[in-house]
Protein backbone atom coordinates (compact mmCIF):
# COMPACT_ATOMS: atom_id res chain seq x y z
CA UNK A 1 0.00 0.00 0.00
CA UNK A 2 1.18 3.40 -1.16
CA UNK A 3 1.25 6.12 1.76
CA UNK A 4 -1.41 8.38 -0.53
CA UNK A 5 -3.69 5.33 0.63
CA UNK A 6 -2.37 4.69 3.89
CA UNK A 7 -3.98 8.52 4.65
CA UNK A 8 -6.71 8.19 2.75
CA UNK A 9 -7.57 4.82 4.74
CA UNK A 10 -6.70 6.40 7.92
CA UNK A 11 -8.51 9.58 7.72
CA UNK A 12 -11.51 7.46 6.45
CA UNK A 13 -11.62 5.37 9.26
CA UNK A 14 -11.17 8.73 11.80
CA UNK A 15 -14.43 10.34 10.22
CA UNK A 16 -16.00 7.11 10.38
CA UNK A 17 -15.62 6.37 14.06
CA UNK A 18 -15.29 10.45 15.16
CA UNK A 19 -18.60 11.69 13.05
CA UNK A 20 -20.13 8.31 14.12
CA UNK A 21 -20.15 9.14 17.45
CA UNK A 22 -21.65 12.60 17.25
CA UNK A 23 -24.35 11.17 14.71
CA UNK A 24 -25.23 8.31 17.56
CA UNK A 25 -25.68 11.11 20.21
CA UNK A 26 -27.54 13.73 17.87
CA UNK A 27 -29.74 11.54 15.57
CA UNK A 28 -33.25 10.64 17.19
CA UNK A 29 -34.03 7.23 17.52
CA UNK A 30 -30.44 6.14 18.77
CA UNK A 31 -29.32 4.23 21.40
CA UNK A 32 -26.84 6.35 22.14
CA UNK A 33 -28.99 9.96 21.64
CA UNK A 34 -27.52 12.21 24.22
CA UNK A 35 -25.46 10.60 24.82
CA UNK A 36 -23.09 13.68 26.06
CA UNK A 37 -19.83 15.48 25.47
CA UNK A 38 -17.50 13.10 27.18
CA UNK A 39 -18.82 10.53 24.61
CA UNK A 40 -17.53 12.37 22.02
CA UNK A 41 -14.46 13.53 23.07
CA UNK A 42 -13.47 9.93 24.49
CA UNK A 43 -14.70 8.28 20.84
CA UNK A 44 -12.67 10.77 19.02
CA UNK A 45 -9.70 9.97 20.81
CA UNK A 46 -9.72 6.20 20.01
CA UNK A 47 -10.64 6.78 16.49
CA UNK A 48 -7.37 9.04 16.36
CA UNK A 49 -5.56 6.16 18.12
CA UNK A 50 -7.74 3.03 15.89
CA UNK A 51 -6.63 5.24 12.76
CA UNK A 52 -3.11 5.69 13.62
CA UNK A 53 -2.35 1.59 14.59
CA UNK A 54 -4.11 1.14 10.94
CA UNK A 55 -2.17 2.76 9.01
CA UNK A 56 0.94 4.44 10.92
CA UNK A 57 4.03 2.26 9.36
CA UNK A 58 2.44 2.93 6.16
CA UNK A 59 2.43 6.35 5.84
CA UNK A 60 3.55 7.74 9.38
CA UNK A 61 -0.79 8.10 10.26
CA UNK A 62 -0.66 12.63 10.03
CA UNK A 63 -4.49 12.06 8.64
CA UNK A 64 -4.53 15.82 9.26
CA UNK A 65 -3.53 19.05 7.14
CA UNK A 66 -1.61 20.22 9.83
CA UNK A 67 0.25 17.87 11.48
CA UNK A 68 1.17 17.63 7.64
CA UNK A 69 2.24 20.94 7.20
CA UNK A 70 3.31 21.61 10.98
CA UNK A 71 5.89 18.34 10.16
CA UNK A 72 7.07 19.72 6.64
CA UNK A 73 7.95 23.12 8.47
CA UNK A 74 9.60 21.63 11.34
CA UNK A 75 12.00 19.92 8.69
CA UNK A 76 11.21 15.81 9.44
CA UNK A 77 8.46 15.64 6.44
CA UNK A 78 9.39 16.26 2.61
CA UNK A 79 7.70 19.41 1.06
CA UNK A 80 7.49 17.79 -2.07
CA UNK A 81 4.99 14.80 -0.46
CA UNK A 82 2.33 17.65 0.85
CA UNK A 83 -0.17 18.00 -2.03
CA UNK A 84 -0.62 14.16 -2.16
CA UNK A 85 -1.25 14.02 1.46
CA UNK A 86 -3.93 16.83 1.54
CA UNK A 87 -5.32 15.52 -1.03
CA UNK A 88 -5.72 11.69 0.14
CA UNK A 89 -6.87 13.39 3.95
CA UNK A 90 -9.50 15.53 2.23
CA UNK A 91 -11.04 12.55 0.22
CA UNK A 92 -10.60 10.36 2.69
CA UNK A 93 -12.87 12.33 5.23
CA UNK A 94 -15.46 12.51 2.56
CA UNK A 95 -15.78 8.89 2.15
CA UNK A 96 -15.69 8.33 5.91
CA UNK A 97 -18.41 10.89 6.12
CA UNK A 98 -20.50 9.19 3.33
CA UNK A 99 -20.22 5.97 4.97
CA UNK A 100 -21.61 7.74 8.28
CA UNK A 101 -24.74 8.51 6.57
CA UNK A 102 -25.02 5.59 5.09
CA UNK A 103 -24.67 3.73 8.20
CA UNK A 104 -27.34 5.64 9.98
CA UNK A 105 -29.81 5.95 6.85
CA UNK A 106 -33.01 5.41 9.00
CA UNK A 107 -32.11 8.34 11.34
CA UNK A 108 -31.72 10.77 9.43
CA UNK A 109 -35.64 11.40 8.31
CA UNK A 110 -36.49 10.90 11.82
CA UNK A 111 -34.47 13.89 13.35
CA UNK A 112 -36.29 17.10 13.05
CA UNK A 113 -33.11 19.44 13.48
CA UNK A 114 -31.22 20.69 10.61
CA UNK A 115 -28.06 22.19 12.63
CA UNK A 116 -28.27 18.40 14.32
CA UNK A 117 -27.77 16.99 11.20
CA UNK A 118 -25.18 19.78 10.27
CA UNK A 119 -23.21 18.69 13.24
CA UNK A 120 -22.97 15.13 12.80
CA UNK A 121 -20.50 16.37 9.35
CA UNK A 122 -19.04 19.24 10.79
CA UNK A 123 -18.41 21.77 13.02
CA UNK A 124 -20.13 24.85 14.83
CA UNK A 125 -19.32 27.64 17.23
CA UNK A 126 -20.90 27.64 20.18
CA UNK A 127 -20.50 31.48 20.14
CA UNK A 128 -20.28 32.97 16.74
CA UNK A 129 -17.59 35.24 17.45
CA UNK A 130 -15.07 34.79 13.93
CA UNK A 131 -11.73 35.89 15.63
CA UNK A 132 -12.58 34.44 18.87
CA UNK A 133 -13.42 31.10 17.46
CA UNK A 134 -10.02 31.29 14.78
CA UNK A 135 -7.58 31.79 18.05
CA UNK A 136 -9.49 28.67 19.62
CA UNK A 137 -8.85 26.93 16.53
CA UNK A 138 -5.72 27.63 16.35
CA UNK A 139 -5.00 27.15 20.30
CA UNK A 140 -6.64 23.39 20.26
CA UNK A 141 -4.46 22.80 16.85
CA UNK A 142 -1.20 24.24 18.36
CA UNK A 143 -1.49 21.85 21.44
CA UNK A 144 -1.84 18.97 19.02
CA UNK A 145 0.82 19.42 16.80
CA UNK A 146 3.43 20.71 19.49
CA UNK A 147 2.45 17.46 21.15
CA UNK A 148 2.85 15.01 18.55
CA UNK A 149 6.24 16.59 18.23
CA UNK A 150 7.18 16.40 21.76
CA UNK A 151 5.94 12.67 22.12
CA UNK A 152 7.43 11.90 19.18
CA UNK A 153 11.21 13.05 20.50
CA UNK A 154 10.51 11.19 23.81
CA UNK A 155 11.47 7.55 24.18
CA UNK A 156 7.83 6.60 24.67
CA UNK A 157 7.50 2.26 23.57
CA UNK A 158 6.48 2.55 20.01
CA UNK A 159 3.85 0.80 20.19
CA UNK A 160 2.25 3.02 22.59
CA UNK A 161 2.25 6.28 20.92
CA UNK A 162 -0.77 5.98 19.35
CA UNK A 163 -2.38 5.90 22.49
CA UNK A 164 -0.88 8.77 23.51
CA UNK A 165 -1.59 11.30 20.60
CA UNK A 166 -4.85 9.95 21.30
CA UNK A 167 -5.14 10.49 24.85
CA UNK A 168 -4.14 14.11 24.06
CA UNK A 169 -6.87 14.55 21.55
CA UNK A 170 -8.88 13.51 24.14
CA UNK A 171 -7.73 15.98 26.62
CA UNK A 172 -7.86 18.73 23.87
CA UNK A 173 -11.23 18.33 23.45
CA UNK A 174 -12.45 18.17 27.10
CA UNK A 175 -10.48 21.01 28.08
CA UNK A 176 -10.44 23.18 24.69
CA UNK A 177 -13.17 22.04 22.44
CA UNK A 178 -15.94 23.63 23.94
CA UNK A 179 -15.86 26.76 21.87
CA UNK A 180 -15.62 25.58 18.45
CA UNK A 181 -16.14 21.68 18.87
CA UNK A 182 -12.60 21.36 18.19
CA UNK A 183 -12.38 20.38 14.53
CA UNK A 184 -8.24 21.11 14.75
CA UNK A 185 -7.64 19.13 11.40
CA UNK A 186 -9.11 21.14 7.92
CA UNK A 187 -9.68 17.55 6.08
CA UNK A 188 -11.89 16.31 9.16
CA UNK A 189 -13.97 19.73 8.85
CA UNK A 190 -14.31 20.62 5.32
CA UNK A 191 -14.33 16.93 3.70
CA UNK A 192 -17.29 15.96 5.76
CA UNK A 193 -18.74 19.43 4.77
CA UNK A 194 -18.13 18.68 1.56
CA UNK A 195 -20.26 15.74 1.61
CA UNK A 196 -22.83 17.17 3.29
CA UNK A 197 -23.39 19.51 1.09
CA UNK A 198 -23.69 16.91 -1.85
CA UNK A 199 -25.41 13.78 -0.31
CA UNK A 200 -29.27 13.41 -0.55
CA UNK A 201 -29.72 14.07 3.59
CA UNK A 202 -33.24 13.83 4.63
CA UNK A 203 -34.40 17.39 5.94
CA UNK A 204 -30.99 19.17 5.94
CA UNK A 205 -30.35 22.40 6.28
CA UNK A 206 -27.32 25.26 4.37
CA UNK A 207 -23.81 23.73 5.23
CA UNK A 208 -22.65 26.78 6.53
CA UNK A 209 -20.04 27.87 4.35
CA UNK A 210 -19.75 31.18 5.57
CA UNK A 211 -17.89 29.64 8.78
CA UNK A 212 -16.22 26.50 7.31
CA UNK A 213 -12.85 28.86 6.19
CA UNK A 214 -12.14 29.20 10.19
CA UNK A 215 -11.54 25.07 10.61
CA UNK A 216 -9.48 25.38 7.46
CA UNK A 217 -7.00 28.32 8.38
CA UNK A 218 -7.11 28.30 12.24
CA UNK A 219 -5.37 24.71 12.63
CA UNK A 220 -3.08 25.56 9.87
CA UNK A 221 -1.84 28.42 12.02
CA UNK A 222 -1.63 26.40 14.83
CA UNK A 223 -0.34 23.79 13.18
CA UNK A 224 2.72 26.03 11.82
CA UNK A 225 2.63 27.50 15.84
CA UNK A 226 2.89 24.39 17.14
CA UNK A 227 6.11 23.45 15.19
CA UNK A 228 7.13 27.19 15.63
CA UNK A 229 7.46 26.69 18.94
CA UNK A 230 8.97 23.29 19.07
CA UNK A 231 11.60 24.49 17.15
CA UNK A 232 12.15 27.65 19.42
CA UNK A 233 12.10 24.94 22.50
CA UNK A 234 13.79 21.79 21.67
CA UNK A 235 15.87 22.79 18.75
CA UNK A 236 16.25 25.95 19.99
CA UNK A 237 15.96 27.91 16.20
CA UNK A 238 13.63 30.10 15.39
CA UNK A 239 13.66 30.78 11.55
CA UNK A 240 12.01 33.73 9.64
CA UNK A 241 8.81 31.37 9.10
CA UNK A 242 8.57 30.80 12.72
CA UNK A 243 9.15 34.78 13.68
CA UNK A 244 5.95 35.46 10.76
CA UNK A 245 3.71 32.34 12.24
CA UNK A 246 3.76 33.74 16.14
CA UNK A 247 3.61 37.09 14.57
CA UNK A 248 0.05 36.33 12.88
CA UNK A 249 -1.02 34.58 16.39
CA UNK A 250 -0.54 37.69 17.70
CA UNK A 251 -2.69 39.57 15.29
CA UNK A 252 -5.50 37.01 15.70
CA UNK A 253 -5.68 37.05 19.39
CA UNK A 254 -5.81 41.48 19.20
CA UNK A 255 -8.17 41.32 17.04
CA UNK A 256 -10.31 38.64 18.99
CA UNK A 257 -9.88 40.83 22.17
CA UNK A 258 -10.96 44.00 20.66
CA UNK A 259 -13.75 42.36 19.11
CA UNK A 260 -15.11 41.13 22.41
CA UNK A 261 -14.19 44.24 24.35
CA UNK A 262 -16.10 46.38 21.68
CA UNK A 263 -19.18 43.14 21.82
Not at 26 to 55: C, D, F, H, P, R
Not at 125 to 154: D, Q, Y
Request: a positive charge; one cysteine or more; charged letters at 10%.
Amino acid sequence: MTPFWGEFIGTMLLILLGDGVVAGILLKSSKAENGGWIVITLAWGLAVTMAIYAVGQISGAHLNPAVTLGLAAEGSFPWEKVPSYLLAQVLGAMVGAKLVWLHYLPHWSRTEDPSAKLGVFCTAPAIRSTWSNLMSETIGTFVLVAGVLFIGANKFTEGLNPIVVGALVVSIGMSLGGTTGYAINPARDFGPRLAHALLPIAGKGGSDWSYAWVPVVGPIIGGLLGAAFYCAAFKVQCQPWAWAVFLVFIAVAWLAYFKEKKA
